[in-house]
C-alpha cells in the first residue's frame, strides 16, 4: 500500500530516460511481469505497457479505493449531514474509543485504531489460497479489528490502519442508508463517465483486458489475479484503468467533487515518517527535485498502483504487477521524477 520507505535524495535513473523506456526495463529485469504508465498535461497524453499490460487494461487499484471514499464523507461535509470534528461514535456504533475519536482522525488515520489486516489471513496482500476465495462482511472486518487494543491514544500519533477506511464506509452507509458502492458510483463514478471503474463486491474476477497478478509461494510463482476483495471492502476493494484514475484525480483536486474548503481539509496533512504527508484519503509526495504531487497508492496481492496529481494539472498513474524481485523504490521515485521534475 505504500512505496518503502527511501532517502528523498535518489539517484535518479539514467539521464534523458523517458517513463516509458523505464518500464521496459522494470519487466527486462523481470522486477514486474507487466507495467503500464498513462501521464497526461498541456502537450496530451502519453502512456505505455510493458510485458503483459495493455494501456486500456483493468486492475486492482487497492488503497486508492481510499480517495473515493474520503471523497463521498467530504461531500456528506458539503452537505452538512456530517462533522469532521464530531465524534465517530455518532455514525458508527461500537468502536473502541469511538467519543474520543472523530471523522477527521478516522480519515487521517490518527485514531489510532488497530489494522485488522495486520493478523495473520487477514491481508489481502498476501497469498492466501483457496481462503482468498472467502467472503467478508464489513461487520466481520471492525469485529476483527475492535477485539485489539488501540494502537494509541486519538490524535496522539499516527499509524496507517485500513479499520478506518471500513469504519469510514460504514459511515456513509449509515448517514445514507445506501451500500457506500452505490453512493461512489452515484456520487463518482456515474457523473464523471469512468466506465471502467467498478466496486466489485465479492466477484473475484477483473474485467477483460488485464493483467495477470501473482504470488511467490514454495519458490514458484501462481496465479493470484483471482480473489474475493471484500476482505477490503472500502479499504481497498475497488478496480479501474490509468485513464478512468487520471479523470477522477483530475475531478477531485480541480474541485470539482467537493468544495474549495473540504478540499482544503482534504489536503491539510499528518506526517508519517515516510516518504510521504497523509492527508484525509490523500497522499503527498514530495520528490527529490521539490515538487509535489497528490494522490494514492494501493496495492493488492498481484497489483501495485500510485495515482498522483501536480497542482499544475499534471498527472499520472503507475499500475504494475510485481514479481519476486520487486521494482525498487528509487525505480518508481525515479519515474515520478522523470515526468513531474523540470529536465
Not at 445514507?176 to 456520487?187: H, K, L, S
Amino acid at each position: 500500500m505504500m512505496i518503502k520507505s527511501v532517502a528523498l535524495a535518489v539517484v535518479l535513473t539514467a539521464a534523458g530516460a523517458s517513463p516509458l523506456e523505464q518500464l521496459d526495463t522494470w519487466v527486462d529485469n523481470r522486477w514486474a511481469s507487466a507495467a503500464l504508465v498513462r501521464v497526461e498535461d498541456d502537450a496530451g497524453t502519453r502512456a505505455h505497457a510493458a510485458g503483459e499490460a495493455r494501456e486500456d487494461g483493468h486492475f486492482r487499484i487497492g488503497s486508492v479505493t481510499k480517495t473515493f471514499v474520503a471523497t463521498v464523507v467530504l461531500q456528506l461535509v458539503d452537505e452538512g449531514r456530517v462533522g469532521l470534528d464530531d465524534p465517530i461514535s455518532r455514525y458508527v456504533d461500537g468502536v473502541p474509543k469511538g467519543d474520543e475519536i472523530t471523522v477527521r482522525q478516522v480519515l487521517n488515520h490518527s485514531s489510532g485504531l488497530y489494522d485488522y489486516a495486520h493478523g495473520e489471513g487477514w491481508s489481502t496482500n498476501r497469498w492466501r489460497g483457496v481462503e482468498r476465495f472467502r467472503p467478508y462482511s464489513p461487520r466481520r472486518l471492525l469485529a476483527e479489528a475492535f477485539r485489539h487494543p488501540s494502537n494509541f491514544d486519538p490524535g496522539t500519533s499516527w499509524r496507517y490502519s485500513n479499520t478506518n477506511y471500513v469504519v469510514a464506509g460504514a459511515l456513509v452507509e449509515r448517514v445514507t442508508g445506501r451500500p457506500y458502492g452505490v453512493e461512489v458510483a452515484d456520487r463518482i463514478i456515474t457523473p464523471l463517465g469512468l466506465r471502467h471503474t467498478s466496486v466489485p463486491g465479492h466477484r473475484p474476477g477483473l474485467p477483460r483486458p488485464h493483467a495477470r497478478g501473482y504470488a511467490e509461494v514454495d519458490g514458484r510463482l501462481v496465479d493470484a489475479t483471482l480473489m474475493n476483495p471484500s476482505l477490503d471492502w472500502a479499504a481497498g476493494e475497488m478496480i479501474s484503468t490509468a485513464g478512468d484514475l487520471t479523470r477522477f484525480l483530475d475531478a477531485l483536486l480541480g474541485g470539482d467533487l467537493i468544495s474549495q474548503p473540504a478540499l482544503a481539509e482534504m489536503r491539510t496533512t499528518e506526517a508519517t515518517g515516510s516518504i510521504f504527508a497523509y492527508g484525509l484519503g490523500l497522499q503527498r509526495y514530495d520528490l527529490p527535485c521539490g515538487t509535489s504531487v497528490w494522490g494514492h497508492g494501493g496495492e493488492l496481492i498481484g497489483y501495485l498502483t500510485y495515482a498522483v496529481r501536480a497542482d499544475d494539472g499534471r498527472r499520472a498513474v503507475l499500475s504494475y504487477n510485481p514479481l519476486p524481485g520487486e521494482v525498487p523504490a528509487e525505480a518508481v521515485i525515479g519515474l515520478f521524477s522523470a515526468v513531474f521534475c523540470p529536465k
